[in-house]
């Protein structure tokens, strides 16, 4: 089933209470179609929408403005029950007085009218999804007596076994430990090709978002910066901003400057860029475009050299870099090149990228344009617009600086450890200090980011809207923030809007309460659970 999102917008009054009445643009002005069958990975920074433009599609969240189609169907107005959608959260949350079949056969008994099946469908189906996510041995047991990998399989069973039209994921790997998410993450994929059910998939972190995407969606502040095959978004990006995001380690950032057709980096011509207009840029530089050369034109001191089997990471410094130090990966044959302490690259062209230092949008150069229309031509005849932000958006220069900060950081512990160090090293270094290590500064700063909102009072959206039970696999007021949280037993809990001013906007006579508990021994669905609350 393909999805579209058309011209989809969400506001949020602010959160900030020193800022009243200003409000937040979480998602802003989203045009995308998510094709039949495929998994697309929706990717970013902590707060750039990704939930937000999630739970519009699944019906938790009605969009301020804009439309959202499942095939021809316009569902903007439709309850998520109706939407024929499995969500997973990344907290899966299972009742844990269930066991594993109960749980996964929790969704089918609250089928009403047509949709009721018997009690041997119900058996039969439960037992189909539960061998697709491989845990049929586990039907008896209690999410207790599972790992988190297998929890997060049994909440994805729970998701797929009411046959959903779409399937949505917000950060379901992140509660895995290192080994389980990449494990799971390869399963997803599996069932997800299995399946051929259409697949959002949320997460911040870009080597799952590209690992495991048909396509990707690279989204800052609730806009869409770049969409594309993940491989062609890492070799052909829009913006500074999609170049920096994607890639481990990271892009290799440089002040430089073009003019007369030739692109420096300080005093040193490093490229022709015959036919561009003269401006300050932004030089990128991939770890993989350096190539030594006793000859090459771009000049910088070695700080550290680090063997990792077939290729070389080299470690220096040079006084444009933007980063606290270069990295570059070459071939160990190129060593040979070095002697003392000075190393020179030439650079591969299809690997620099430059970004005009205002805009901070590409600037091609040499046979880049080419390169770029054959991929755009390509993505058209695969059905796919090619979608990207040209330019730079507010807040981008705290986004570089903080970046920069983590850069530091980072600098610093590799004086203190040595550069590029074993990850047991890591390890005792992380014990000692509540630094990250090296090669997980990204990751982890990203999930540092990632749990600072769910720290904020919950606040909730602007309307009250129930939530089907047997949709949701997750208590999701830590990743709805606002929504109705389901707890076990069947209890709902309605939480209603606390205005800025602190007055309950929740309706009729619970017109005090923040937070109503509707108890009951049933699901309620969503138009009962509104009848209770406005009976009070
Ligand atoms: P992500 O999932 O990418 O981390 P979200 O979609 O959760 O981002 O949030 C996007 C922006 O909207 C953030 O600035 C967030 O603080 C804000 N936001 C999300 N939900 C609410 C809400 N219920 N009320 C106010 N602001 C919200
Ligand atoms: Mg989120």
Redesign the pocket.
Known sequence: MKVLLQNLTKI??S?NKKDKGAE?I?VNDFNLEIPDGKLVGLL?P????????LYMISGLQSPTSGKIFFGDDDVTKLTPENRGIGLVFQNYALYPHLTVQQNILFPLQNLKGENRLSKEEMLKRAHEVAKLVQIDEYMNRKPAELSGGQQQRVAIARALVKMPRILLLDEPLSNLDARLRLQTREEIRRIQRDTQITTIF?T?DQEEAMSISDYIVVMKL?VIMQTGKPQWVYDDPANLFVAKFLGTPPINLFSGKVENGKLYIGDEQVLDTNGVEDQEVYVGIRPEGFVIDKTGKLTCSISGIDVMGRDVSVVSTNSNSLNPVVRSIIASEEMSNISGNTVKFNLKENKVFIFNKETESRVYFGEQLKAHEAMVAEMEEEGQSYVTHHGSLPREADDVHKEFEVEEKKGVIDKIKGLFSKKKKDAEIKDEAPVPAVDEVKTSTAEEK?EA?KEEPA???EKNEAFPVDEVNASPKDSA??KPTVKKKTTVTVVAKKSSNNSSKIKSTTANATSVNITSTTAKKPNEVKKIDSEG
């Open positions: 949020f009054p959160r937040v979480a970013g902590s707060g750039c929408g990704k939930s937000t433009t949320v911040h609730g990632d909102p606040a909730a959206d923030n606002s």
